[in-house]
């Protein structure tokens, strides 16, 4: 099983991305393949709303001269997805925004790729905000079809400078918690996905 792992923060070495390698390490200890991919400081623009995913259907969008289509392409194999963002003025960083906006909808037109598969949340903050990216994160799972794990709070954890989340103890124990529910949840379904049900988005009515 293949886990993928995208980090939205900008800072190499940051609270961010230590918190999305402590939620890997159950997953590489049973077996899984991992891959961590850093977004954040990466060329990756917002969705223009031309819906040419939806005429296309080519599980890929126009838009190619920037990360999009690779990372998603990665996701679509994926079969589990954990986003990490940092807090801005709380909310995710812009690089995460624009892939929720394009990956969400590029899923959509093509068949609800995304049905099925397990996403989960991973937020760095300072103070205050966190629990508005946890559930901006979410909302892209919940829309697409995708299967949300708990873990023993909400998926955050509390420092500013470099590597200070790994004193918030409760934080990294989440962490790892998550890793592991996302380990048992994925081995439990993996046998159905492919007959989980993928029922038609109705775009554009209602």
Known sequence: ???????GSPRKGGNTEAMLNKVLEPLKDNGWETEF????????RGCMACMKCWENKDNQCVVDNDKFNEV???MV?????VIGSPTYFADVSAEIKALIDRAGLVA??????????IGAAVVAVRRGGAT?????INHLYQINGMIIPGATYWNMGYGMNKGEVLEDVEGMANMLNLGQSIDWLGKAIKPHMDSFPRVQYLHGEG
Request: glycine share 8%; net charge positive; no cysteine.
């Open 108 to 117: 959509l037109a093509n068949d609800r790729q995304f049905a099925g598969k």
């Open 37 to 44: 991919y850093q977004l954040g400081g990466k060329k990756i």
């Open 77 to 81: 194999r994926a079969d589990a997805v």
């Open 132 to 136: 508005h990216v946890f559930d901006t």
């Open 72 to 74: 998603y392409e990665k």
């Open 1 to 7: 099983m293949y886990v993928l792992a995208i980090n």
